[in-house]
């Protein structure tokens, strides 16, 4: 079975809304994204031939800020995908409490077969052709999915270019000492592993009793994979992306993957060494067996619908939590199952809310031009992870919700007083 990643946005938001019992006019408005932009962009290749990339922009909400989020290059970038993601956003925002509404980009692309100058122009491609869209008060982008800081650079520059002046905060995920945050890069990984922290404190459960599986190597599987090992968890399976061989593969140690060891045997986009794992004494697996992994602690880091009816069976009965650090990794009709087996969900869009609000320190830095110490960038994104956390773990326990049910009752609940107060519905 395939998913629509955008009609399970909507499925989890029409869920809530009956919860909440929120009025027709205000569901019609949050069930849909309010803006949408389409581009073709025209890149010359090194052989000399032009390629057209599609490009996607999509704004779903902005009535509490500026629609924020990422710009994610991927082969099977769709509308949808765009749609769903951009949904999300609004809701991440919002239970982060960061002044922001929610947007996303896409362009269907593989930057990995790409010459760092076709990737140059392709960026400089997606700001001409969607300038309308963007503005440091209108919709900012940040990296995500195979995008990186220096993506984020071109862009920026090619908006500066166009619009003659300097705009920090109209796009986010710069390279440090180009505008961008410290702290930044290791964000989301770092946010979804203080909230699973508070999750196990408020639980008693103590990291050196939990192993962990990894879905996803990127910047924000690697992060995790780094801070949970540092709290004392063991990591024993890392699933990750192979571009020379185009599947993927899961990286096994039974007594606990060393994560800097893995580091330095992978590129930058997550694909790890095959040859030099196996001679670090690594068991190389097929790709989807990390959900298998007899573990307490599941962590998906990369793509949508991986947990799904048909791969939830093969779960370990000693699960007990599932961290979503990926966007969209449940699909809707397994929440059911995973709630009836009592495994608690942090759910994505409180999970993975680290990259958004440094997102939004850098845009602060910036406009004062004044840059805070990593410690200090860390230290706030802590605050603000385990405070959006303790709302939607107070709301769960005292309503007996599923923790993603909490969370879109808050989330839904800002978004909805901030259209009304305007006005919209
Ligand atoms: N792409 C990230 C996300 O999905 C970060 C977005 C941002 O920093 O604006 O949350």
């Known amino acids: 079975m395939s998913y629509n990643p955008f009609e399970s946005a909507q499925a989890q938001f029409d869920k809530v809304a009956e919860m909440m019992n929120l009025e027709p006019d205000a569901r019609a408005l949050l069930r849909e994204p309010m803006k949408e932009y389409h581009f073709s962009i025209p890149v010359k290749m090194d052989d000399g031939s032009t390629k057209v990339f599609k490009g996607y922009r999509v704004n779903h909400n902005y009535a509490r800020g500026p629609a924020k989020g990422g710009i994610r290059f991927h082969p099977h970038e769709t509308a949808d995908t765009v749609r769903a993601l951009s949904t999300w956003m609004t809701w991440k925002c919002a239970v982060a409490d960061l002044p922001l509404g929610g947007g996303k980009g896409g362009v269907v692309c593989d930057p990995r077969t790409m010459s760092l100058g076709e990737q140059e122009r392709m960026c400089r491609g997606y700001i001409r052709q969607g300038f309308a869209a963007f503005g440091a008060l209108v919709d900012v982008p940040a990296p995500d999915v195979m995008s990186n800081p220096q993506h984020m650079l071109w862009m920026l520059d090619e908006y500066e270019t166009l619009a003659r002046a300097h705009y920090p905060g109209a796009i986010t995920g710069k390279p440090v000492g180009a505008g961008g945050s410290l702290g930044r890069t290791e964000a989301t990984g770092y946010g979804g592993i203080y909230v699973l922290k508070d999750l196990m404190d408020a639980e008693g459960i103590k990291f050196e009793d939990t192993r962990a599986s990894i879905q996803g190597f990127g910047n924000v599987g ?89 791969t939830f069976p093969q779960i370990s009965k000693n699960v007990k939590i599932i961290c979503e650090l990926a966007n969209g990794p449940t699909t809707p009709d397994c929440d059911p199952l995973i709630q009836e087996k009592g495994i608690m969900v942090l759910p994505d869009f409180l999970a993975n809310a680290g990259g958004v609000t440094v997102s939004y320190f850098e845009q602060v830095q910036g406009n004062m031009n004044y840059f805070w110490s990593r410690e200090e960038a860390i230290e706030k994104l802590h605050y603000s992870m385990s405070k959006a956390f303790k709302g939607v773990y107070e709301l769960s326990k005292e309503k007996n919700l599923y923790m993603r049910d909490a969370a879109y ?16 519905c």
């Open 222 to 310: 690697e992060y995790a994979a780094r801070l949970y090992t540092e709290y004392g968890g063991k990591v024993i399976t890392i699933s990750t992306y192979d571009l020379g061989d185009k599947t993927s593969y899961t990286f096994r140690k039974k007594d606990g993957c060393n994560i800097e060891e893995l580091v330095s045997i992978k590129d930058k986009f997550g694909t790890i060494d095959k040859a030099k794992a196996k001679d670090l004494g690594y068991e190389i697996l097929p790709g989807d067996v990390w959900i298998a992994e007899d573990v307490e602690i599941l962590i998906p880091a990369a793509l949508e619908s991986q947990i799904t009816p048909a």
């Open 409 to 424: 009752i808050i989330a839904i609940d800002k978004v909805y007083k901030a259209v009304k107060q305007r006005g919209w």
